[in-house]
């Protein structure tokens, strides 16, 4: 069975500041997918991270994946108060069958001034 | 509004009856997904579809639950016989024919059980 833990689980940080959370899984995936959720709303797809080494940007959130390590990175860099969301990463398996998305408990992100 | 669309947002049901949550796909997208989120938890996955095709409903309890694609009209999840325990928020996604695409989410319904 796939497992995808994320961690921390919870995050407060000041405006300005950097920090990483990190997102871990158990079995072989050749897939991995960051998604932010504002409180009540639905899911925005932030990356798609498909081979070992992938890195991608998007303002000022960086997203990495090692597939050896089993392990992704989504880092945030001078954080501003708008990116406080809850942030999910979501990984597929790459043993065949269907294409349903395997997701960590999420990271719930406040940004404090 | 092109992007994918369920109804209704909130659904309030009394135990034993019926929910019907509804999902349009994205405009072009020919595969739907439907995942339950408790609170305070991620996404699990409970069934994928394709037109008039059940793919894997590996994450479906085996019992009240049941999904449907038709050919024509939006996807159905159906929840017979509904329990406090089914209180939650149900997502659906859709995405195109390509493995690489990431899914795309509608802003879900949530469902309460009094």
């Known amino acids: 069975e796939l497992k995808v833990e994320q961690n921390p689980l919870f995050l407060s940080m000041q405006e300005g500041k950097n920090y990483t959370i990190y997102c871990n899984y158990s079995t072989t995936s050749d897939r991995l997918y960051w998604y932010r959720q504002d409180p009540g709303k639905s899911l925005e797809s932030l990356f798609v991270?498909?081979?070992?080494?992938a890195v991608k940007q998007e303002g000022r959130l960086m997203a990495s994946l090692d597939t050896k390590a089993r392990l992704s990175t989504l880092h945030i860099t001078a954080a501003v108060h708008d990116l406080s969301a809850t942030y999910f990463c979501?990984?597929?398996?790459?043993?065949?069958?269907?294409?349903?998305?395997?997701f960590g408990k999420g990271t719930h992100l406040i940004i404090q001034p | 509004n092109a992007g994918v669309m369920q109804n209704p947002r909130h659904l309030v049901r009394r135990r034993g009856q019926e929910a019907r949550l509804r999902c349009s796909p994205m405009k072009g997208h020919s595969h739907v997904y439907w995942y339950r989120q408790l609170p305070e938890e991620g996404l699990k996955f409970m069934v994928y579809?394709?037109?008039?095709?059940?793919?894997?409903e590996s994450g479906m309890p085996k019992e009240r639950f049941s999904a449907e694609f038709p050919k024509e009209g939006p996807s159905i999840l159906r929840i017979q016989q509904v329990v406090r325990g089914d209180s939650a928020a149900y997502f659906c996604?859709?995405?195109?024919?390509?493995?690489?695409?990431?899914?795309?989410f509608g802003d879900g319904t949530r469902l309460s059980i009094l």
């Open positions: 996604a859709s995405s195109s024919t390509g493995r690489d695409q990431p899914q795309h």
């Open positions: 979501a990984v597929k398996y790459s043993g065949g069958g269907a294409d349903g998305l395997t």
């Open positions: 579809l394709q037109k008039e095709n059940i793919i894997d």
């Open positions: 991270l498909l081979s070992n080494g």
